[in-house]
């Protein structure tokens, strides 16, 4: 099939097109994880009869990755065996193992690396983030030099843990980094984390909560340190990994390093293509129509999940990237409504963003957006017994909230953040104890300061972000 | 005329139908009757109440409110402490950490699952027992005797026994019930002295099972040391007592309720005879559309609250209508109808938040495992009284008899 071919013209609008579009048209989905899952089966429910082509570079079918740095790195779970439950039917042509290397958005195709091209009236992008390798490359390749985002890397690094190595050494103490020192932990596995940051989480949740998150790691046997980067790894001669070099003059004696220095979102196949995406994700509009690169809202394009980052009002219209399971689910139904709907149908993805993470035995659960925020006020419980409710405060309004074991709660914070209620908050509550009566520098390290990746990024304009530069044309 | 829907819930002649006073109620989502409790009885309201921080389960905080229908903390001399049903945190999560060490996950993941083939003898056991197929009386000789056998060999209660605490439950079951007109006094004083009379006769068991721990929750709960420390022996009984009560008083109902709703509907019953596993989404839409609790009485407002508009002031009483909730045209599409099939059924049934039911996975598979049995088994079975007799409670709500007759019992 020529590149180059001429569209076959799908009227996007007027009489019976949207009909047309449902009962003949052809949908195509980047990406055959989560948040492409999920699209598959809302567009068939919502009665799309047409051809539908899931396109993955995994060779695997959709699976769950939350469990990879939990129970499979516990035993207690199987890498393959974490498919995603199907909610429905999809009937999909799957095109699995093969990457999308293009995307001709004039002649509306893309470009696979086995040379196919399949053509689409409605492009759906979920190809998510990859692991930030370890940045040298000849260290990286070691033997015993993990990281953890598919299944496969998930299998791997279970089967080197159980062999039982001497030592792990997780760089980076974000919330992956943390769940597999804390299976390691769990194991009896000695565990060293190193974090650049003040302490474990502090990108994500700020210093007061990080403090708690240290003491977790430390009350737990796992050998922390911060404040501290990891300049170089060492192999052996067999090409093993034997030891890693600190910024801080000592040198930790490992055989396995997990590399958890956050992601990078895979939108390089689109390069060129005009679509508005780059490092920051794919930009687009509150229902997930992606935007081209002049800014411009495409009417066939839409992204959704990992990848995607969108202007939420909640949040001061700041485009969002979230690297959160709820999120990909919410995203991609709402990018299939609207896929399927006229303008005045489509919906606005405005989901309270949520996340969960288990370590060292607790619950972490958070709402909101806590890394926008500068105050914090322990509302419920207390940071001593590790058992507590977090609100945070930015400008005078709730706009976020974060649980260690108090889960249950945190409805009633995310109505907070919806109404955009007062911060900090008036109310008696049940279990407000005295170190809760007052608001706190929440303490997030400077923004600038690049962090092992919080999972909430605000990628909107910032002063410090000049990737653009303005020619005048003569 | 001001006490009107109040009292038309606690009317035992609404017993058998309650559900057009609750449309009616839904009608002022805030319901609020002269000196009584704030009434909610839609969906989203009351599941936002129910994750409320500013909403305390503490019967101590309801001295201010007036009327304590739960009676627990009777004046003085009190039998038992309030159990963590009618605690706040951090007292409350404590109390539920403890015995959840014994009865769920992550400590005991499998303790529910592995008493499936014993929960499976025991009603093969009583399906087999049961009379004259042309008249048996479901909730007698079935939907009674199944949970408590089983909440007594979870706890390690003797099964002789359940003569004399089965009146102090039935006391303890009927205080629940709140009357805004009764003295409080006078209701709490029978609750007081049932409660004692409990207590008397779980710490000699508790007695016997630290001299002679078995396997069961109750040489478990006597004896552990987590990391929360050992429980007080008063902390142990009103545990104790909760879960023999609690264990037993709502799964007959929602057993009874189940089987005259699948008579009621012969098709879904049908269904069931044929693919047991649809038993799963049966007892889910069961939980929704007949409640064993119906409503919540219990909560107070620590602070002033709005909800819908209304200002319900720091100190009042609230009454949560999970069984009103749970058929709010608002949430549920079609709410008074039965149906399994439903896409998305989160309702109110098991409550929710930190207080949500503690034995509802053992709740469901009981009544689970109860149906799908019942189902296979009787032939042809029919309602003898439809609507059946009820109990007079209001909040835990079920028949009193459910007497129905079949052609015969299948093996
Ligand atoms: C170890 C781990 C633990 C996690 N734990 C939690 C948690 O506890 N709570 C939580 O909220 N979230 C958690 N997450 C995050 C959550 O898994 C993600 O938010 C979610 O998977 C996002 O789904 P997605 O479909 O957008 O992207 P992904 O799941 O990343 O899927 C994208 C897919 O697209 C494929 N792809 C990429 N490029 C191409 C291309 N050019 N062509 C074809 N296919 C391509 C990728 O290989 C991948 O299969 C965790 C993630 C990981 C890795």
């Given amino acids: 099939m020529p590149w180059t071919s001429r569209p076959r013209r799908c009227p996007v609008l007027g009489d019976g097109a949207l009909e047309q579009l449902k009962r003949e048209g052809r949908i195509v989905v980047v990406g055959a994880s989560l948040a492409g899952l999920r699209a598959a089966e809302t567009l068939r429910a919502k009665g799309f009869v047409g051809s539908l082509t899931m396109i993955g570079d995994e060779p695997y079918e959709p699976y769950d990755r939350p469990p990879l740095s939990k129970g499979v790195l516990l035993g207690r779970a199987r890498a393959h065996r974490t498919a995603l439950p199907r909610l429905r039917s999809v009937d999909a042509t799957w095109r699995l193992g093969v990457p999308a290397t293009g995307l001709d958005m004039a002649a509306r195709r893309v470009r696979l690396a086995d040379g196919d091209d399949v053509p689409y009236d409605r492009l759906l992008i979920a190809t998510g983030v990859r692991a930030r390798p370890w940045p040298r490359p000849e260290e990286a390749e070691l033997d015993g030099v993990f990281v953890l985002r598919t299944r496969d890397e998930g299998a791997a690094l279970a089967r080197r843990l159980d062999e ?17 020192a ?46 501290v980067m990891v300049t170089a790894l060492e192999g052996d001669a067999s090409g093993r990994v034997r030891a890693a070099h600190l910024s801080d003059g000592s040198t930790v004696e490992t055989d396995v390093v997990v590399v958890s220095l956050g ?56 485009f969002l990237s979230l690297e959160h399971w709820g999120n990909a689910v919410a995203q991609a139904g709402i990018a299939a409504h609207n896929m399927l709907s006229e303008s005045i149908d489509r919906l606005p993805h405005m989901d309270v963003p949520a996340f969960w993470s288990s370590q060292f035995g607790v619950n972490v659960k958070s709402v909101g957006v806590p890394s926008m925020a500068t105050d914090i006020l322990i509302s419920q419980g207390s940071l001593d017994s590790r058992r507590f409710v977090g609100v945070y405060g930015y400008q005078g309004r709730v706009i976020g909230a974060v649980s260690f074991d108090h889960g249950r709660w945190l409805p009633f914070y995310k109505e907070l953040i919806e109404r955009t209620a007062p911060f900090p908050p008036q109310f008696p509550t049940v279990d407000r104890h005295t170190d809760g009566q007052q608001p706190m520098d929440a303490d997030f390290p400077d923004p600038s300061v690049p962090s092992h990746g919080p999972t909430v990024t605000l990628s909107g304009y910032s002063p410090a972000d000049r990737r653009m530069t303005f020619t005048p044309a003569h | 005329m001001t006490h009107t829907l109040l009292h038309q819930i606690l009317d035992y002649a609404n017993r058998a139908d309650p559900y057009p006073i609750y449309e009616e109620l839904r009608r002022t989502p805030v319901h609020h009757e002269a000196d009584g409790p704030y009434v909610i009885s839609t969906y989203y309201e009351i599941r936002s109440l129910l ?56 400590h005991s993941p499998h303790r529910v699952d ?77 609750a007081h002295e049932a409660r004692m009379q409990l207590g008397m006769y779980l710490a000699g068991l508790i007695e016997e099972r630290r001299k002679n721990p078995g396997d069961d929750m109750l ?21 104790a007592a909760l879960l023999l009560i609690a264990g037993h008083e709502t799964t007959v109902n929602l057993i009874s309720n189940g089987m005259l709703t699948l008579l009621r509907n012969p098709d879904v019953l049908q269904r069931l005879r044929a693919e047991p596993r649809l038993a799963v989404p049966i007892v889910e839409e069961l ?33 949560l209508v999970l069984a009103s909730g749970n058929r709010d045209p608002q949430r549920f599409e079609n709410p008074d109808r039965f149906d399994p099939d439903r896409p998305d059924i989160q309702h109110l049934g098991l409550g929710s938040g930190i207080h949500s039911c503690f034995g509802a996975p053992l709740a469901r598979l009981e009544a689970q495992l109860a149906l799908s049995e019942l189902a296979r ?31 015969g019992i299948r093996p």
């Fill in chain 1, 164 to 180: 039982g190595p001497k030592r792990v050494l997780v760089i980076g103490g974000g919330f992956a980094g943390s769940e597999v």
């Fill in chain 1, 182 to 227: 804390s299976a390691c932990r769990e194991r009896g596995l000695p565990v060293t984390v190193a974090e650049r940051g003040a302490a474990p989480l502090v990108g994500a949740l700020g210093g007061v909560v990080a403090a708690v998150a240290a003491g977790l790691h430390r009350e737990h046997g796992v050998d922390l340190r911060c404040g």
């Fill in chain 1, 263 to 318: 992601a990078l979102r895979n939108t390089e196949w689109l390069n060129g293509s005009g679509l508005g995406a780059g490092p920051r994700g794919i930009a687009c509009d509150a229902g997930c129509r992606a935007f081209d690169i002049r800014g411009i809202v495409t009417d066939d394009i839409y992204a959704a999940g990992d990848v995607a980052r969108c202007p939420h009002p909640l949040f001061g219209y700041q």
């Fill in chain 2, 51 to 106: 994750h409320d921080p500013r909403i305390s389960s503490d019967a101590r905080n309801q001295a201010s409110a007036g009327a304590d229908p739960l009676a627990e903390s009777a004046p003085e001399g009190s039998a038992l402490p309030p159990s963590f049903l009618r605690l706040d945190p951090p007292e409350h999560d404590r109390m539920r950490r403890m015995t959840n060490r014994h009865f769920g996950p992550p």
């Fill in chain 2, 114 to 190: 592995a008493m499936r083939p014993e929960l499976h003898d025991i009603v093969a056991g009583l399906i087999d027992g049961l009379g004259d197929p042309g008249r048996i009386d479901l909730v007698e000789e079935f939907a009674y005797p199944f949970p408590v056998t089983v909440i007594c060999r979870l706890l390690g209660v003797p099964r002789e026994d359940e003569a004399r605490f089965h009146t102090w439950a039935d006391t303890l079951a009927a205080s629940l019930d709140p009357d805004p007109d009764a003295d409080p006094a006078e209701r709490g004083k029978g």
């Fill in chain 2, 219 to 239: 040489s478990q709960l006597a004896t552990a040391k987590g990391q929360d420390g050992p429980m007080t022996t008063m902390e142990l009984l009103s545990t």
């Fill in chain 2, 287 to 319: 939980l929704r559309f007949e409640p064993p609790v119906q409503l919540l009485p219990g909560r107070t407002t620590l602070a002033d609250v709005d909800v819908r508009g209304v200002t319900i002031p720091k100190g009042s009483t609230l009454w």
């Fill in chain 2, 377 to 407: 088994r009787l032939e042809n079975p029919r309602l003898l009284d439809d609507p059946p007799q009820y109990r007079q409670n209001a909040v835990l709500r079920g028949p009193r008899h459910l007497r129905i007759a079949c052609d």
